[in-house]
């Protein structure tokens, strides 16, 4: 039998060696202290005129409200370092990607090449500075617009390692139209009851390593997409990705392709990830046109747990769907997905669902052992078909599709009852599905 295809590694980047200087520290315990943004940047810019280097904080409070990365540039924060986002009266709306309204960036990088952040220190988002109280739902409100921690757009050569991201106010880590980037030994921590907390998101990027991450937030933890973006030379297709070693939990998606899918997503690779505590262990949502194939994923752990309305999924261990987002549209196709050695506990079924014959190619289930626990709330039994099926705001945003309900069936628009639950898999307008000893078995 043809052995499945794998794609290309990107390369091994090995330590970096290039002489650079060191910024003044913020001597520990000053707490946030005065804004060093100007210095920080003035270092960046003679080291990238200078042919590239390294800059190193030390231990202590490094204040900054945004800074921008320039090629052959290394960031390196020491253990104790923390690079703290504070609030500037007039936050450069420069990304040219642009996330749930947002274009700006703590961090930011465009057609940068060489480029790392790495080290044992922290970056803090300073998320508590764009919400405010609850909402009904037990939700943070917030700022409409919300700076992402890092965003890096047609970049080449990047590395991530090692440093913790704490407290983002939205997007932790935005890659768009980059290659050959690896992220390795990455710390995420964000608040559960913040929306829109995604952990890494691969924007039609090319050869991207995610090795080693722990990653706990509200939305999603690894996500690949390609969203229609503003400039047309950004590239429309992500491929070529690898995800390995990785613990996730998310209130949303652990692992997700899409919703975001105007170009095709291909060749895309996961491999022995523990999924803790998280609402939907790993989902593909096609949406917007662009062709999903060649996915492979192998050694997943999973503990699903259901969640409110407001949140996308029910607790299922697989999800993959494939509805138009706009009247009059067609998904892109899903197809060649292969998902093999998943085992642990679920309270949801495992969902593969098109809207119409077509939509859904070839999906291989195989070895799959999942205790399925039939939990309690609004969510349960259902099967999440969000976004976007909202008839009181069509095309509109994730917010509008995760906030609107049906009263009439008091569930969320979008959100359906499986009929006969508990069931351990549910298939409609799904292809041709291979399954190999799938085992889902109901506990009390």
């Known amino acids: 039998m043809e052995q499945p295809r794998r794609p290309p590694e990107p390369r091994e980047q090995g330590a970096r060696t290039t002489a650079g200087t060191t910024a003044a520290a913020i001597r520990a315990g000053d707490g946030p202290g005065p804004d060093i943004t100007g210095r920080i940047q003035r270092e960046i810019d003679a080291l990238g005129a200078a042919g590239g280097g390294v800059l190193r904080l030390p231990a202590g409070t490094h204040a900054v409200s945004s800074i921008e990365l320039r090629s052959g540039v290394h960031l390196v924060l020491e253990a104790g370092a923390v690079l703290q986002a504070i609030p500037a009266a007039d936050l450069p709306e420069r990304t040219i990607s642009v996330a749930e309204e947002s274009r700006s960036a703590i961090i930011y990088a465009r057609g940068a ?44 050569n990047v590395e991530l390692r090692g440093i913790t991201i ?48 722990d990653i706990s937030g509200e939305d999603d933890s690894i996500c690949l997409k390609t969203t229609a973006q503003a400039c047309p030379a950004l590239s429309p297709a992500c491929e070529d990705v690898v995800v390995r070693g990785c613990r996730l939990r998310s209130h949303s998606s652990a692992l997700k392709i ?10 895309v690779r996961v491999h022995d990830c523990r999924i803790v505590e998280s609402n939907r262990a790993f989902g593909i949502q096609s949406r917007d046109g662009g062709a999903i194939t ?11 747990r259901l969640q409110g309305p407001t949140c996308w999924g029910s ?7 494939a509805r138009a987002r706009l009247e009059g549209d067609r998904p892109g196709r899903v197809d060649d997905v292969r998902i093999s050695d ?88 799904a292809g041709h599905v291979v399954q190999d000893d799938v085992r889902v078995t109901r506990v009390d």
Do not use: F
């Open 342 to 429: 998943v085992r642990g506990r679920a309270e949801g079924a495992v969902i593969v669902v098109g809207e119409a014959p077509g939509d859904i190619g070839t999906v291989v289930l195989r070895d799959i052992d999942v205790e399925l626990v039939v939990g309690r709330g609004v969510m349960a039994g259902t099967v999440d078909l969000r976004p976007p099926v909202n008839p009181l705001a069509r095309g509109g945003t994730g917010m509008d599709n995760a906030y609107r309900m049906d009263k009439d069936r008091g569930l969320p628009w979008g959100v359906e009852r499986i009929p006969g639950w508990p069931v351990g898999v549910l298939l409609r307008t």
């Open 113 to 156: 090449d060489d480029i790392s952040i790495s080290g044992a220190g922290i970056i803090d988002g300073a998320a508590g500075l764009y919400v405010h109280g609850l909402d009904e739902h037990g939700y943070l409100t917030h700022e409409r617009h919300r700076p992402r921690v890092i965003v890096l757009e047609s970049c080449s």
């Open 294 to 304: 060649d996915i492979e994923v192998d050694g997943l752990r999973i503990d699903t």
């Open 258 to 267: 899409g919703s975001e899918t105007h170009g095709p997503i291909r060749r």
């Open 315 to 321: 607790a299922e261990p697989v999800h993959i769907s």
């Open 166 to 213: 704490r407290n983002a106010p939205m997007w932790t880590l935005h890659l768009v139209a980059s290659t050959d980037c690896r992220l390795e030994g990455l710390t995420l921590r964000n608040a559960m009851d913040l929306s829109n907390t995604d952990g890494i998101d691969i924007d039609s990027c090319s050869r991207v390593q995610v090795i080693d991450c």
